[in-house]
């Protein structure tokens, strides 16, 4: 949406590259319709792309993927609105190269403003990690991981703590008791909230998995499993504590174990 309406203040302020009136609709019309069609296909290709794991992982971002996702997103634009203009257009001999070529050229000098701003921000937090300091658990954060804050159902509680330092979540009645690494030492914080709302505040971090209906975990820090598909039991780096995967869950933890070990 804000490619689109980037794109149509642009077009009515500059009236750029030649652009004009459709054979059916005023000029400011026309380039309302062509900056709607820009921003249903954008949602479209992205919607795409972020279910290929190598676009969308943000632990593994890169400049490249990010130049590389805006030509792939620019050029297919400028298909699109190749193709488009055969319906808003006056008739004409539109099947040439020079005309494509300048569709997707267009789609270029137009979008790469605006994508190129937010590129820009990609940049500067992936060269300038998260700085601040956990105001719950002591202990200095690894380098370039980010705090994650974990709200709670009570609007003044919250909890704070960066991702190495998670070892389990555990649900408890109405509460969630999180045990978080602090130097050597393990430290176990309550919080007022239900699992599931944890899970999707945590749903950004692939390696926190789901195991059981009352728990959360770090792959990262399983030290040992036993068990088979019909359920594991699992130990934890800085706990005795043994943690089970149910069956419903032994699937899709495998496959995320096996993919990180």
């Known amino acids: 949406m804000l490619i689109a309406g980037f794109t149509l203040v642009f077009a009515l302020l500059y ?59 620019l050029f297919a634009l400028g298909v699109i609105i190749f193709l488009a203009a055969f319906i808003l257009e006056e008739p004409a001999n539109r099947w040439n190269f020079p005309t494509f070529f300048d569709s997707v050229k267009n789609a270029f000098l137009i979008g790469i403003i605006p994508f190129m701003f937010f590129t820009t ?32 159902q009570l609007k003044k509680e919250s909890l704070s703590f960066y991702p190495s330092q998670f070892i ?61 598909s019909l359920g594991y039991r699992l130990r934890l780096q800085g706990t005795d504590s043994e943690i089970p995967v149910s069956r419903n869950n032994t699937r899709n933890f495998s496959q995320l174990f096996k993919k990180l070990s």
Not at 28 to 54: C, D, H, K, P, Q
Not at 186 to 213: C, G, M, W, Y
Request: proline fraction near 3%; charge should be positive.
């Open 15 to 73: 009236k750029p590259l030649g652009s004009h009136a459709s054979r059916f609709l005023g000029y400011e019309a026309t380039m309302a319709v062509y900056a709607f069609i820009s921003g249903v296909s954008l949602f479209g290709i992205i919607t795409l792309l972020v279910r290929v794991n190598w676009f969308s992982k943000k632990t593994e971002w890169t400049l490249f993927k990010e130049l590389l996702t805006i030509v792939i997103l």
């Open 121 to 152: 921000l990609n940049y500067l937090q992936w060269i300038s990690p998260e700085v601040k300091y956990d105001s719950t658990v002591s202990g200095s954060p690894p380098e370039r991981e980010k705090l994650l804050q974990i709200s709670s």
């Open 168 to 228: 389990y979540a555990e649900s408890e009645s109405n509460y969630v008791n999180f045990y978080l690494l602090s130097g050597e030492k393990v430290q176990k914080k309550v919080i007022r909230n239900s699992i599931t709302d944890v899970e999707q505040q945590l749903a950004n971090i692939p390696f926190f998995v789901r195991t059981h209906r009352a728990f959360i975990i770090n792959l990262k820090k399983i030290k040992s499993k036993k068990g088979n």
